[in-house]
């Protein structure tokens, strides 16, 4: 699974990277560099959404830059208790299992990060005593490709009926990240690992008109042993409270 990340590009420089036409004004303020994004909190995604366009007597569509909640809650949810539990979807269920199987078809979404951290259980020398070791884990850069890791993630509406309609905390949008089996070079460490889009695949992947799940399934991308690296980071990232650059620094054994 993925159950922590990092992004620490700005606003303006997402905008750029990925030429949104529009930012969505409601909750970017909450879309600042972060090191230690938990489950829940606010993420940055990319979305297409289809607007009218009389002048052009059809539909255009619109790429645009907004803030999700990290944990999918499906539109048929009674309420967002279990928003913590779908932070991930598996890319060998996501297009039959029913809280995510529409969004996969229709709601598509990039969702931009420096890296991400996973943990495997090790025993202190001299004590025996087990603890959790995360490691931070990125894309190496990569030939036609921005300095960041494209995640592949879905999203999901649902309406808080205990709010009026012109209300912008009236629907609460939320998103997951399509995981896979991890690769033999990062399997050592967890079983799973994100999903990637390609840059040339960014417009088919988030066009809701491309609603085949097949055609869906062959836009992401397993990023291969020569394509990210892992390297070890300090236990202090296992505390969501804790922020900053340096959790991603290289250590030593602690």
Known sequence: MCGRY???????E????????????HGTEALVPRWNIAPTDSIAAIITRGVSDPAQGRGTLTRKLVPLRWGLVPSWSRDTSGRARL??????TVATKPSFRKAFSHRRCLLPADGYYEWYTRSVPGSGKPVKQPFWIRPLQRVGEPDLMVMAGIYEYWRNPERA???????????AIITTAATDALGHIHDRMPMQVRRRDWSDWLDPGINDPNDAQTMMHVPGPD???????SRRVNSVRNDGPDLIDEIKHE
């Open 6 to 12: 990092a992004a620490s590009a700005t606003v303006v």
């Open 14 to 25: 997402l905008s750029e990277t990925f030429e949104v036409d529009e930012v969505a004004g």
């Open 87 to 92: 932070i991930n979807a598996r890319s060998e």
């Open 165 to 175: 309609g012109d209300d912008p905390d009236a629907w609460y949008v939320s998103a």
């Open 227 to 233: 394509e990210m690296t892992a390297r070890l980071v």
